[in-house]
T-cell receptor, first 110, second 114 residues
Framework: NAGVTQTPKFRVLKTGQSMTLLCAQDMNHEYMYWYRQDPGMGLRLIHY???????AKGEVPDGYNVSRLKKQNFLLGLESAAPSQTSVYFC?????????FGAGSRLTVL | DAKTTQPNSMESNEEEPVHLPCNHSTISGTDYIHWYRQLPSQGPEYVIHGLTSNVNNRMASLAIAEDRKSSTLILHRATLRDAAVYYCILGEVDYGGSQGNLIFGKGTKLSVKP
């Protein structure tokens, strides 16, 4: 049972490039989330989804887009990467009350 | 959103109990108290949660004050593997939509000495 899988684990981008982070869960969870974590900070919610085909903005959504075309997948896109988006990104999914996180994706934007 | 206050850091000796405090004076009646921890270079992992009564599981115990304005996560025998950042978070019953997005603060960094 893999739980929550994030790909890629590491990525280096140049300013202005685009990329997509993929999150996959095999627990049949309805809810999925994307967080970012910067050094010395807690996690901040970017976008979340309460079910297939639905998405909503979290605390820091600017510069990101998301899609949830399939229940098991939640994609986070950066259309034009900026150095301020250098961070570690965590995906999570949940049944009621308990979040399961992925191992993280470390993104560096030069 | 109701917020929590935790010490920035704590130290413990291996094989001794650890009591991690959390204050949440603005907690609402529907807020659950959740604890997660994040080991170095890993994603956060669930530890325990509760509403009003004390809770125990294989990882830890959660002691909730009678007025629910504070709680304490108890690790009964700290091991080196318990060194992590511990987050105390308030969340409503259901995580969906605007009802209950968990807000992770900076947490408490627990160091465990051999």
């Amino acid at each position: 049972n893999a739980g929550v899988t994030q790909t890629p684990k590491f990525r280096v981008l140049k300013t202005g490039q685009s990329m997509t982070l993929l999150c996959a869960q095999d627990m049949n969870h309805e809810y999925m989330y994307w967080y970012r974590q910067d050094p010395g900070m807690g996690l901040r919610l970017i976008h979340y989804s309460v079910g297939e085909g639905t998405t909503a903005k979290g605390e820091v959504p600017d510069g990101y887009n998301v899609s949830r075309l399939k229940k098991q997948n939640f994609l986070l896109g950066l259309e034009s990467a900026a150095p301020s988006q250098t961070s570690v990104y965590f995906c999570a999914s949940s049944s009621r009350r308990v979040l399961t996180f992925g191992a993280g994706s470390r993104l560096t934007v030069l | 959103d109701a917020k929590t206050t935790q010490p920035n850091s704590m130290e413990s000796n291996e094989e001794e109990p650890v009591h991690l405090p959390c204050n949440h004076s603005t907690i609402s009646g529907t807020d659950y108290i959740h604890w997660y921890r994040q080991l170095p270079s890993q994603g956060p992992e669930y530890v325990i949660h509760g509403l009003t009564s004390n809770v125990n599981n294989r990882m830890a115990s959660l002691a909730i004050a009678e007025d629910r304005k504070s709680s304490t996560l108890i690790l009964h025998r700290a091991t080196l593997r318990d060194a992590a950042v511990y987050y105390c978070i308030l969340g409503e019953v259901d995580y969906g939509g605007s009802q209950g997005n968990l807000i992770f603060g900076k947490g408490t960094k627990l160091s465990v000495k051999p």
